[in-house]
């Protein structure tokens, strides 16, 4: 069954410093997307992406995110200078043209210290 | 026996019991919901899901109902064993074309063997 992959599974970074989260969304699908969870509590839309560019982004996702598609392949999201309150779990997803077959990665915990 | 649960954090029903874990959606403009699985430590991971066009679908051990006059969204897992024990979190998606998806607070269910 086919599987969106997110590397690291664990990132440790210090205040201030930045960091790139890696996503490889099914290969076939068209829409991109950013999550997040802090820890204990529900899953929070950071940012859609398709035919190169962000479609939808919520209040969380402000000057200090990005989103970039570098190839065919590799979708990622930087976070410039990190917050403490950017600590969280990161998931990518991606869905075909019509929204479906969504499918969330295994997450990258991000651990700002 | 079954096990209703009205939207509380936690269900604990005993293995062999049905399930049923109870959403209330947010915006009747949403016209697709999928019903997901998360396990500790794990990405979102999908069950089953359904259109506002339809009142109900099935699939194995798993049944969705959409009751869209009180914007109302039911999982019933039948015969519950261990292994569905994790966190059930519905999600809604708008009827625009980003795909975001929203999800709610999240039903933690625990199995009694």
Redesign the interface.
Request: charged fraction near 20%.
């Given at each position: 069954e086919p599987e969106?992959t997110q590397t690291p599974s664990h990132q440790v970074t210090q205040m201030g410093q930045e960091v790139i989260l890696r996503c490889v969304p099914i290969s076939n699908h068209l829409?991109f997307?950013w999550?997040r969870q802090i820890l204990g509590q529900?899953?929070?839309?950071l940012v859609?992406f398709?035919n190169n560019e962000i479609?939808?982004k919520s209040e969380i996702f402000d000057d200090q995110f990005s989103v970039e598609r570098p190839d065919g392949s590799n979708f990622t999201l930087k976070i410039r200078s990190t917050k403490l309150e950017d600590s969280a779990m990161y998931?990518c997803a991606s869905?075909d043209d019509l929204?479906?077959g969504?499918?969330?990665?295994?997450?990258t915990?991000l651990t700002v210290v | 026996g079954e096990s209703v649960g009205l939207h509380l954090p936690t269900l604990s029903v005993q293995e062999g019991d049905n399930s049923i874990i109870n959403c209330a959606y947010s915006n009747s403009a949403s016209d697709?919901f999928?019903w997901?699985k998360q396990e500790s430590?794990?990405?979102?991971?999908?069950i089953i899901?359904i259109r506002s066009n339809m009142d109900k679908r099935q699939g194995q051990r798993v049944t969705v109902l959409l009751n869209k006059t009180v914007k109302h969204l039911s999982l019933q897992i039948a015969a519950t064993q261990p292994g569905d024990s994790a966190v059930y979190?519905c999600?809604e998606?708008g009827s625009?074309?980003?795909?975001?998806?929203?999800?709610?607070?999240?039903t933690t269910l625990q199995v009694k063997p």
């Open positions: 969106v829409y997307y999550y529900k899953v929070e839309f859609s398709y479609s939808e998931f869905s929204g479906e969504y499918t969330f990665g295994s997450g915990r | 697709y999928i997901y430590g794990k990405g979102p991971q999908f899901d979190f999600a998606k625009g074309n980003t795909g975001k998806l929203i999800f709610g607070q999240g």
